[in-house]
């Protein structure tokens, strides 16, 4: 019996033990971590690049690389880190590396490294516009991974509202590029899509908190984003029949001009003008009508006292 | 007016039925559908107000896509509430209970423009006579109106907005470059005129007036007193009782 009593005990506590999280870390990327974590500011490379020397430990935990080593992506610093970064690294990442050592000085190898396990969106990204503006013209200023989803040490998963790139942040994080003046000129990006966004029923009902409302990839692709000139994109042409009808069921080519990003022509310009004149000109009548027919009321009431009736 | 005159005089009721049920209820419709439609459009129209006051409102009603469920039911109900009362205006006319009378029509004439300025020369004290209206003033003619004004360009715009791919097919090509900008124009600008015409027209009318006050319950009982018919619609007064009428002129 005793033995029965003691099984209901430990039981309950042998799950319990199994159910907590096993300890967070592995040993190396705990020693990492003893410095980095407590570690502040920046530092500055012989390349003159900035080295952002903290890692935040327990939002490192909770994102979804929470389980990976440091050395997983920072490939070359295998053992002995600061004095000798030149563990072997594999050869693809090398060469992917230096095409992306112009936008990520600090540490090339580990930017690439992405290609480990997401090798196929990295495939995407790297046809994409934005790849290749970053791989081929060399730009610093173009959007390579971590400018949409933040730092990897962070990254949450996509429908958490936390993450850079979720319903609720997407737009304002494509918006960093797609609505800066400087980068819209440089690239001769499109104007005005962060307004016209803004203004349209889709901007609105995100605002008020739409689960469903559709944000910039939902119509223009998201790792293998192209420019809206390309014939391959979801928004070229005909393509948007497709695009809009994912949602709004049997769009033809009359119903899918009713979202752009172009600023308002000259008959809605003017309509608006038409009815905000009816407008103001039905208020102004009314309004001094109430008032009026108010101080007539007043007035009979206090000079013509039993006139009427 | 055909009445012979005759020697008995007539009787006067103490009321008279001014609306019938049909529509007391088309009324109440209207006005229902017309507040959940101003409540949850507004919270679109103004979406990027300030302190995100619009969000905490459209929580009030159950959130973007509820709030958006209620629009469009209440839009629909609305439109349908509006097709009865044509219907229903179409049956009267031909079981000849609505028939032609200056006096009686709702339709605006050119004496209804005489009367506002008659009226706004008593407001500035230059006459001694506001103006005598038939069944419906200048106020209540501008106030029904509205409302057909309203159902033509919120209504269609609010049924081309909510079923866009099916309204689609019945744009015309070259017009499909600016036709929704446009409807949304209509459809928001308008909505303000509605509810600013509603608030301060109808409310100062029929609820805030110190005579109505709180409000005329003709809505409800669908009765007027013939005292208050005598009194604000004494050409429809004489109509229906020219004797009383001509005997007051008289005395």
């Known amino acids: ?309 | 007016m055909s009445q012979t005159t005759t020697s008995t005089t007539q009787e006067i009721p103490k009321e008279i039925e001014r609306f019938d049920i049909i529509f007391r209820i088309q009324h109440v419709v209207m006005f229902t559908t017309f507040l959940l439609l101003s409540f949850t459009g507004w919270g679109l129209k103004y979406a990027h107000a300030p302190q995100g006051v619009a969000s905490m409102w459209i929580r009030v009603w159950g959130g973007a896509e509820t709030a958006g469920l209620i629009h469009r039911i209440a839009g629909v109900t609305m439109l349908l509430d509006f097709i009865t009362h044509v219907i229903y205006l179409v049956y009267l006319i031909a079981i000849g209970k609505i028939t032609w009378n200056t006096r009686t029509t709702v339709i605006p004439l050119p004496k209804d423009v005489m009367d506002v300025v008659q009226n706004f020369l008593y407001f500035f004290g230059l006459s001694k006579e506001k103006a005598k209206f038939g069944k419906f003033s200048y106020a209540q003619k501008f106030d029904y109106w509205a409302v057909f004004w309203g159902m033509f360009i919120i209504g269609t715009s609010g049924f081309a907005l909510a079923f866009p791919v099916f309204f689609s097919n019945f744009v015309p090509q070259f017009t499909s470059g600016w036709i929704w900008e446009v409807l949304s124009i209509m459809h928001s600008d308008e909505a303000l005129l509605a509810i600013v015409f509603i608030l301060f027209w109808h409310f100062y009318n029929e609820h805030l007036k110190p005579e109505v006050f709180p409000m005329s319950w003709i809505w409800i009982t669908g009765k007027i007193s013939t005292d208050t018919l005598k009194h604000h619609h004494p050409l429809e007064y004489e109509l229906l009782f020219p004797d009383d009428a001509k005997k007051n002129k008289k005395g």
Do not use: W
């Open chain 1, 1 to 309: 019996m005793p033995y029965k009593k003691f099984l209901i005990v430990a039981a309950p506590l042998l799950l319990l033990v199994i159910m907590l999280p096993a300890s967070a870390f592995s040993k190396e990327t705990a020693s990492c971590l003893a410095c980095h974590s407590s570690m502040k500011g920046r530092l500055k490379s012989a390349a003159g690049a900035l080295i952002e020397l903290n890692v935040d430990a327990d939002r490192f935990q909770q994102s979804v690389h929470g389980g990976l080593s440091c050395t997983d992506c920072h490939m070359r610093f295998a053992d002995n880190p600061h004095a000798t970064p030149g563990a072997a690294v594999p050869p693809a990442v090398v060469a992917l590396a230096q095409k992306l050592s112009a936008k990520h000085a600090v540490d090339p190898v580990a930017a690439a490294a992405c290609t480990g396990c997401h090798e196929e969106t990295f495939t995407k990204v790297l046809a994409s516009v934005h790849g290749k503006n970053i791989i081929e013209k060399k730009q610093t200023d173009g959007a390579f991974c971590i400018d949409c989803h933040g730092s990897p040490h962070y990254i949450v998963k996509v429908k958490d509202p936390r993450s850079l790139v979720s319903r609720e942040q997407q737009v304002e994080t494509c918006g960093r590029c797609h609505g800066d003046k400087k980068l819209i000129e440089k690239y001769q990006l499109q104007e005005n899509v962060m307004e016209s966004f803004k203004e349209s029923f889709h901007g609105r009902k995100l605002h008020l908190g739409h689960t469903k409302v559709p944000v910039c990839a939902s119509c223009h692709n998201a790792h293998d984003i192209t420019t809206k000139n390309d014939p391959a994109s979801p928004v070229f042409g005909k393509n948007k029949l497709q695009t809009c009808g994912k949602c709004h069921k049997g769009a033809n080519e009359k119903f899918i001009p009713a979202i752009t990003h172009q600023k308002p022509g000259p008959i809605p310009h003017y309509t608006e003008k038409a009815l905000i004149l009816l407008l103001l000109s039905t208020f102004a009548f009314i309004i001094i009508h109430v008032l009026l027919e108010a101080f007539s009321d007043i007035r009979d009431a206090i000079f013509r006292k039993g006139r009427e009736e």
